[in-house]
Every structure is written in structure tokens, then in C-alpha cells.
């Protein structure tokens, strides 16, 4: 059975008898199955329940030395077995890959991993680059928007999109001086008010930034282990020593933080004196006596070499420019050449990573847990660094066992994760194939061929070409909807499988400003009927129907500008909950969001007539342009007109029949009318048309004139029927039917028909 093809939640519970090594082994293993996207299966480049890999070299990231020649034996995602090449015996069933040449190692954890870089964020791409680099489980260690990082890991949990485990962490924490788009501490209650509502939406970790005291640390270190959250911290105002004494669970950035060792400092305030990054002698007894503080109260310390060799050298791979989106490979240029303008008086000094390797060395070797992360930014790239890291690892002196064994198990014991970070019996099968001896040759960790999460094989390549040139696009720098990745100026479905499904008919869409609530028609049988579906703690709610009827029809749902009225048409009868022959325009309306909608409601004259009115769409001020059928005297069924009304004193006033540069004896009907009404989309049934209807968009220029309709070509039309457009609030994706499907496409394509 392949599970890319499994549509249900499968758990399986399974007894295992293998032969390894000479001894009979048996194990009780729980694995579960899930159903995976189309999308998610694209990048997919190995899948079978049984894998057995066979005659590889595994460094199995305990710290013990290296095996050679041995064989791993998966089995629905959970390692069943291990042992010598020439005894352990594979079954039947197995699929056996020959790694010969090839190293083994666990899927890296990493420590530091976050989605955003300063200057933007990595939603879409930094979860395929995580995943293609190795790094099959990330703690995000702090971040702007939990909620949309909570969506994002719980896609990646449902099979809808590829990307690592995501331990989410919740908004950062400050002291009163901190940054003001951080959670100030300016009372006891409100941080823990603040820290138990974020642990009831799922997050696990808390960052505490750099101007928070130790009497805020001490508060919010106490509400988070109340609440079974672990708190870390990028410290200044408080000490390693202090935050290790009042229970903090890890500290970040090791030597670079370390102000136990600074010069003028005050108790709780941030010292602006970095002297004893220059002048601190590792191997002191100061050191070692800070260190051997945090190994007694079990601190972890976590390691962000990649990031510092950035800062400190300024000097980006090849792969790095690749993924880059051009605004940041730009930034990196220039910043290159400020580097070389001011030569020694560089901000980061190259002795300061040094001394960074040399103190993490020391701490491990020490007993400390040290763990790692990549702290994403500047060009040290999602997945890349993490990479990175290992060879700095390796420059620093810690034997290639010990550099995996930080950066995996080491995570998991901090996690408390007893179920990753080693290849061995019982755990999941997150391992990561690299071509050729990693032993021999550190920069091997860069050669990935497969990377398997969970017993699943994704292709490093695919993932890697699909986030070239948009690691921190305005396009990566929002959320993925649904899974999908945001597009360009190529179409592309919207919600394979989840919202656009196959053998039914979907089409005219609208969202909510937030994201957090998407209407959609659905045809069933010939009754139309309004579907939706909100986005409640992160997760997407499956689409349920706003209202039930085998008979009435309910299509077309637009929000108003305030969101407080959602208007939709209906055959629905005035006085009985029956049909009649022609369609209206209602609407339900809410109080607010938290609110019910009401029961509907006929929008009446001057509106409505005894003929169908389609679809209505609204500008800021609250105008309406809505579709009528042709009023004028013996016109053909097939004719509909564009018209407008105004919204004034709480009515919609006479409408207004828009001009013969929208307007045709044809069909005109379906409009978006821009917020800022300076250009609609609508569709067209017209003699010169690419098929059943088309989309055409009109511009209003500077003397308040719509410019002639032009098809909107083949970039959005077919030979087939589109219909139904509609334009994100913020202005970014146009959405649209086509071909019995809702699909979606970035506005810049809109540019293409400016004059």
C-alpha cells in the first residue's frame, strides 16, 4: 500500500521480528499515516512502507563513533531494525535501496530555526529549504506572528505542504526599554495572562529579548513551566549566571551574550561595552566557572556559528545567491562593499567567531548540553546554514560524532522529544542520505540525495528549485493559504484537493481582510450552495454550508468593506422559503466576527427587480456595482449590463447604468470593482472572445473614464468559462473560475494591461 495514495488516517500498531546481529529482536512500534496533498506528493521522490537501506555508513548522532556497512530497516515510518550488512536479513517485502558510498546521519533538529529574516519573512520557501538541507524538525525560537507559524506547522502535520516538524515558539519577550512591537513586561498579570492564553494555542517555547530583567525573567520563567512551556533567551540585561539560577531552560548565541564578563554593566540594564569579546580569555577559570554554572542548573546552550561567519566574513555561496530573492541578493552586494570600505572597523570581528567556536567546544567538552540553530539572516539561508554550521563545527574541533550529536540528539534531549535525533530501533525513520564519506569530507553534509521525514523520501532538488529567487519575496512574505504556495504571474488551482476538488464544480470566492474566512459556491446538482471555512487556532475548519436547502440556490459571496454583512444572490422567494423564477441580491449580517449571522435578507429596491441581479462588489465608500439583466424592451435573455449606486445615509440610491465602454447588447456581468474603484474586472460573453465567457478589465483614468474593456487574454482566459473574479484585500492574488475550478494568480499580471 503507497501512502501517497492513503485518503484516510491509518494507525497501525505492529510487532516486529528481525534478525539483527544474531538475536532475535521484537518491538511494539505505533505509526500513523496520512493523507498527502498533490502538492506535498511533487516533491516526493521515495515512498514505500518497507525500506530497507542497505550498505551505508551511519553516523547515528548518540556521539559514538561511525559504523560502516550496515543496513536500516524501515517499516511505515518507524526504524525496525539495524545491524550488519551481511546478517541482518531483509524480508520480501522490503524495498531495498544500496547506499553504498554513501553516509547516514538523523535528520538535524535545529535549535534556532526561525521563519522570518529581519528584513522580511520565509513562509513558503524556508520550510522546503529546512527540509532539503537535512533539517526534518526546527524550534522556532521566537517570532512575530505565532499565529500564522501555528497554521503553517499544522499544514505541514496534515501532508498539505513539505517542510520539517515545526515546534512553534510564541511572541518575544521584553523588558519595559525593550522593543515596542514585543511583549513589554509592564505588569505581572498581563505577561501571565499573555503567557497562559499563547500555551492554550499550542505554542511550546518562549524567547525573552535582551532588555528583559531578571525580575521579568523570573515572572515569566515561572508562568511558562506552570504552563509545560520551556523558555530561552537572547540575554543582555540579564546574565547567564542570574537566568541560570532563576531556571531558565536555555540560553542563545553562547559567548557572544555572555555580559557575565562585561565591563560597566548595571544590574538589569543592557551594557553597551562588547570589550570583553576582544579581550576574554576562553580558557580562564572566569569562563569555565560561568559555563560549569550552567551545566549544574541544566542550561542548554544554543550555538548560532552559521550567522556569525556571516556577519563576521560577508562572504555568500553560490547557493545562497541562488535562492535569494533579488531585493536581498542586492542588499548582500552592498553589504559586501561597505565591508570592504571600512576593513578592520567591520561591525562583527572575525576573532569574535573564534573565540564563539573555541567557547562552544569548551562548554560541550565541559558535559553541557549544547544545541544549534542557524539564526536565518543576511545571506545565511534556511537549511543551508544549518549545514554550515556542521562544517564550523568541524573547524572548531569537535569530531564529526560529536558536531551530529549536537545537532540532533542534543536537540531532542532539550525538546524532550525521545522519539528523534538518533538512528535507532523505535525511532522515526527521519534520516538523511548524503553522497559520499561526511568523515572524510565535512562539506558532504551538503550533499543530499534523500532526505526521509517520517519514512517518507523528498527530492532535495525539487525542493530546492521551487524556492529559487524567493527566499524573502513580498510573494514568501505571506502566509501559505491553504498549503499552497502563493503564485506568481502564472495561474495556478487554488487548494488542490481541499477547495478546488475533482468532479465538482467550485467558483466565486471571497476572503476575509485577516485571511481567516473564505466563502465559496458550490455547485450540487443544480442547487448552488455557499461554503465556507475559518482558520480557528491556526487550523483550517473543514467547509461546511452557510445555509441548507435541497431546493434554493445561494451563490456569489462578496463581504461588505466593514465584513459586517456577507451578500450573496439567491431564487430564494420574498415571503416563503421556496424559489421563484429570477435571482436577487441578499445579504446576512454580524455584529462582529464572534457573532452569528442573521437570518437573510432581501436588498429590495432600488436593487433588485423582477429580473436577475448578479453578484455584488464594493468600494471602500460602500458603492455597489452589481450585474442586472438587460431592462430595455425585447432584449435577448442572455443580455446583463453593469451598473452602479451609491451608498448614501445608510441606502443604496438609484443605480446608474455604467457606460458603452463596459457595457454591450451581450453579456456583461460578475464585476470586481477595485476598493479605490480605479479599475473592475468582469466577465464577458462576446463575439470576439477566447471561449463560453471571458475576463476583461477596465481602468478608470484621471477624469473619472472608464477605458475601453480589454480581454484579459490567455494569461487568464480559455476556451473554456471564466467567471467570478475577486481581488484579496490586500491586493495581492486575483482569484477566479475557470473550467469549473477556483484558481488564483499575483496581481502584477494586472500591469500587463495598463496603458
Given amino acids: 500500500m503507497n501512502r501517497i495514495t492513503k485518503t484516510i488516517i491509518l494507525t497501525f500498531t505492529i510487532l516486529v521480528s528481525l534478525q539483527g546481529c544474531g538475536q532475535k529482536q521484537a518491538t511494539d512500534i505505533q505509526s500513523t499515516r496520512i493523507a498527502i496533498s498533490d502538492y506535498s506528493q511533487s516533491f516526493i521522490s521515495f515512498d514505500s512502507p518497507n525500506i530497507a537501506l542497505s550498505n551505508v555508513k551511519i553516523i547515528d548522532g548518540t556521539g559514538n563513533p561511525s559504523k560502516t556497512s550496515q543496513t536500516v530497516l524501515i517499516e511505515n515510518g518507524i526504524i525496525v531494525g539495524i545491524g550488519d550488512a551481511n546478517d541482518i536479513q531483509i524480508a520480501d517485502d522490503f524495498f531495498e535501496l544500496n547506499l553504498s558510498g554513501r553516509t547516514i546521519i538523523p535528520g538535524i533538529i535545529g535549535m534556532h530555526n526561525h521563519m522570518r529574516i529581519p528584513e522580511s519573512a520565509m513562509l513558503s520557501t524556508s520550510p522546503k529549504l529546512y527540509l532539503a538541507s537535512g533539517v526534518t524538525t526546527i524550534q522556532t525560537c521566537g517570532t512575530g506572528n505565532p499565529f500564522e507559524e501555528l497554521a503553517i506547522a499544522k499544514s505541514i502535520d496534515r501532508g498539505e505542504q513539505p517542510g520539517p516538524e515545526i515546534i512553534n515558539s510564541g511572541p518575544y519577550f521584553t523588558g519595559p526599554e525593550g522593543k515596542s512591537n514585543f511583549i513589554r513586561f509592564t505588569n505581572e498579570k498581563m505577561v501571565r495572562d499573555t503567557i497562559r492564553y499563547w500555551a492554550s494555542k499550542g505554542v511550546q517555547w518562549l524567547k525573552v529579548y535582551r532588555n528583559t530583567r531578571p525580575q521579568d525573567l523570573k515572572v515569566i520563567v515561572d508562568e511558562a513551566h506552570r504552563n509545560n512551556l520551556k523558555v530561552t533567551g537572547h540575554l543582555c540585561a ?42 576574554l580569555d576562553i580558557d580562564s577559570d572566569t569562563v569555565k566557572d560561568v559555563q560549569q554554572n550552567l551545566i549544574n542548573n541544566g542550561v542548554a546552550l544554543g550555538s548560532t556559528l552559521a550567522i556569525f561567519e556571516a556577519q563576521a566574513n560577508v562572504m555568500a555561496d553560490a547557493r545562497d545567491l541562488e535562492v535569494m530573492a533579488p531585493i536581498h541578493k542586492e542588499a548582500y552586494h552592498q553589504r559586501k562593499l561597505r565591508k570592504k570600505e571600512q576593513g578592520n572597523d567591520w561591525y562583527f570581528k572575525p576573532e569574535w567567531l573564534v573565540k564563539s567556536m573555541a567557547y562552544e567546544l569548551q562548554f560541550f567538552r565541559q558535559g553541557g548540553l549544547l544545541v544549534a540553530g542557524l539564526d536565518p539572516g543576511l545571506h545565511n539561508m534556511p537549511g543551508f546554514g544549518d549545514q554550515k554550521n556542521y562544517e564550523l563545527f568541524i573547524e572548531a574541533g569537535f569530531k564529526p560524532e560529536e558536531a551530529l550529536q549536537v545537532m540532533t540528539s542534543n536537540g531532542a534531549k532539550l525538546l524532550s522529544r525521545t522519539d528523534i535525533g538518533t538512528i535507532e530501533k523505535g525511532k522515526l525513520a527521519n534520516i538523511v542520505v548524503l553522497n559520499g564519506d561526511l568523515e572524510r569530507n565535512p562539506k558532504v553534509i551538503r550533499e543530499v540525495e534523500i532526505v526521509f521525514k517520517n519514512g517518507i523520501g523528498f527530492d532535495p532538488n525539487k525542493l530546492i528549485e521551487s524556492a529559487k529567487g524567493n527566499v524573502g519575496s513580498e510573494t514568501d512574505n505571506t502566509m501559505v493559504y491553504f498549503g499552497q504556495k502563493t503564485p506568481s504571474n502564472e495561474p495556478e488551482l487554488f487548494a488542490p484537493n481541499i477547495i478546488s476538488k475533482p468532479n465538482r464544480h467550485e467558483f466565486g470566492c471571497t476572503i476575509s481582510g485577516d485571511g481567516n474566512e473564505f466563502y465559496f459556491g458550490v455547485d450540487n446538482n443544480g442547487v448552488t450552495e455557499i461554503h465556507y471555512t475559518n482558520l480557528l487556532e491556526g487550523v483550517w475548519s473543514p467547509p461546511s454550508k452557510l445555509f441548507d436547502s435541497a431546493s434554493i440556490s445561494y451563490n456569489d459571496s462578496m463581504l461588505s468593506p ?72 425585447n432584449a435577448p435573455n442572455y443580455a446583463y449590463d453593469i451598473y452602479r449606486s451609491k451608498y448614501v445615509n445608510g441606502k443604496f440610491v438609484k443605480p446608474e447604468l455604467l457606460s458603452e465602454s463596459i457595457n454591450t447588447n451581450r453579456y456583461e456581468a460578475d464585476v470586481f470593482i477595485a476598493p479605490d474603484e480605479s479599475y473592475m474586472i468582469f466577465c464577458s460573453i462576446r463575439k470576439i472572445g477566447k471561449g463560453q465567457g471571458d475576463l476583461y478589465i477596465s481602468f478608470k483614468d484621471k477624469d473619472g473614464k472608464w477605458s475601453d474593456a480589454v480581454n484579459m487574454g490567455n494569461a487568464i482566459n480559455t476556451e473554456k468559462h471564466e467567471l467570478c473574479p475577486f481581488v484579496t484585500k490586500d491586493g495581492k492574488y486575483l482569484f477566479y473560475t475557470s473550467n469549473n475550478d477556483i484558481y488564483w494568480v499575483s496581481t502584477k499580471i494586472l500591469d500587463n494591461y495598463r496603458e
Fill in 238 to 279: 540579564t546574565t547567564f549566571t542570574e537566568a541560570a539560577e532563576i531556571g531558565i531552560d536555555a540560553i542563545e548565541h553562547g559567548f557572544i551574550h555572555s555580559y557575565d564578563h562585561g565591563t560597566e554593566r548595571e544590574v538589569g540594564v543592557c551594557s553597551k561595552n562588547n570589550d570583553f569579546r576582544t579581550n
Fill in 562 to 633: 466593514d465584513e459586517k454583512r456577507l451578500y450573496f444572490i439567491s431564487n430564494r422567494s420574498l415571503n416563503e422559503d421556496i424559489t421563484k423564477d429570477d435571482m436577487d441580491i441578499w445579504y446576512v449580517e454580524r455584529e462582529n466576527k464572534q457573532s452569528n449571522w442573521s437570518e437573510p435578507i432581501n436588498l429590495g429596491l432600488p436593487i433588485n427587480s423582477p429580473l436577475n441581479e448578479y453578484y455584488a462588489s464594493f468600494t471602500n465608500d460602500g458603492t455597489l456595482y452589481f450585474a442586472s439583466q438587460d431592462k430595455t424592451l
